[in-house]
């Protein structure tokens, strides 16, 4: 029996082309039965393909579903530094009209800022916030001038 699609010879009672994998047209047992009911030489499916245990596909394969790209990949965190930097320069901005607080909340807002960046720089892959870091360090400045000037205005005047 001759393959529609490709041409090749196969068996007579084969249901699929040994070569392209096309299903072959069945075998008609009788003329003398009806025309609506064609009587099939082999079970569907075959018992045995050479080589193979399923017929070859007619179709090529797919490709395997996406992988997230976070497995691969890991997300760059903020850093800590940065963000404390940030958060203590802003609190001592706010509360530079109380002495001494705003100092030591400016002064560690101006570390944590600094080292904050340094470690950003050091491993950018795996860290961000460097302009966290930049702000801690502007608004700690801000602050600690701004409480050194209040205590000067507080104590200079009798």
Not at 24 to 37: C, E, G, I
Not at 40 to 49: C, D, E, G, I, R
Not at 112 to 117: E, I, N, W
């Amino acid at each position: 029996m001759n393959c529609p699609s490709c041409g090749t010879d196969n068996a007579q009672d084969a249901s699929f082309c040994l070569n392209c994998g096309a299903g072959l047209v069945p075998a008609v047992a009788s003329q003398a039965t009806s025309p609506a009911s064609p009587t099939f030489t082999q079970s569907y499916p075959p018992q045995s393909y050479p080589g193979q245990p399923f017929p070859p596909q007619p179709y090529p394969p797919q490709p395997p579903y996406a992988i997230p790209a976070q497995t691969f990949y890991p997300v760059p965190r903020a850093d800590g530094m940065c963000i404390a930097g940030l958060v203590l320069g802003i609190v001592g901005l706010l509360l530079c009209w109380i002495p001494f607080v705003s100092q030591v909340c400016a002064l560690l807002g101006i570390v944590f800022g600094v080292l904050g960046m340094r470690n950003v720089q050091l491993d950018p892959a795996q860290r961000t916030g460097y302009g966290m870091g930049v702000a801690g360090l502007v608004t700690g400045s801000l602050g600690l001038v701004g409480g050194i000037i209040i205590i000067i205005i507080v104590y200079a005047l009798p």
